[in-house]
């Protein structure tokens, strides 16, 4: 079965780093988009980056400069760097991947990792 398993949250102050790593299995890693959401209480969960296939990248612009993501298909992993973290980076940090389905038409399949918690602070 499909699975994304994040990793690499916790408590870190702000100005540190955290490195997020989302393993995934039972797709074929190399085709699939991936993306890093984040979800903090009372907010919509909001795009944070992602990463083509092809290894194009985008950012939100909140976090441009002080995060990349990047992918390792060999490891079917991806990782979101997070450097020069600030409070308003506190959330629950979850993992996309998504592909255009060869079967129906302008349909998506994705899936979506459980989440890994990020706090940021003193």
């Known amino acids: 079965q499909v699975q994304l398993v994040e990793s690499g949250g916790g408590l870190v102050q702000p100005g540190g780093s955290l490195r997020l790593s989302c393993a995934a299995s039972g797709i074929n890693f190399n085709i699939y988009a991936l993306n890093w959401y984040r979800q903090a209480p009372g907010k919509q969960r909001e795009l944070v980056a992602g990463?083509?296939?092809?290894?194009?990248?985008n950012y939100a612009d909140s976090v441009k400069g002080r995060f990349t993501i990047s992918r390792d298909n060999a490891k079917n992993t991806v990782y979101l760097q997070m450097n020069s973290l600030k409070s308003e980076d506190t959330a629950t940090y979850y993992c996309?991947?998504?592909?255009?389905?060869?079967?129906?038409?302008?349909?998506?399949?994705?899936?979506w990792g459980q989440g890994t918690q990020v706090t940021v602070s003193s």
């Open positions: 990463i083509t296939s092809g290894f194009n990248t």
């Open positions: 996309n991947a998504n592909r255009q389905s060869a079967l129906v038409i302008g349909s998506r399949i994705d899936y």
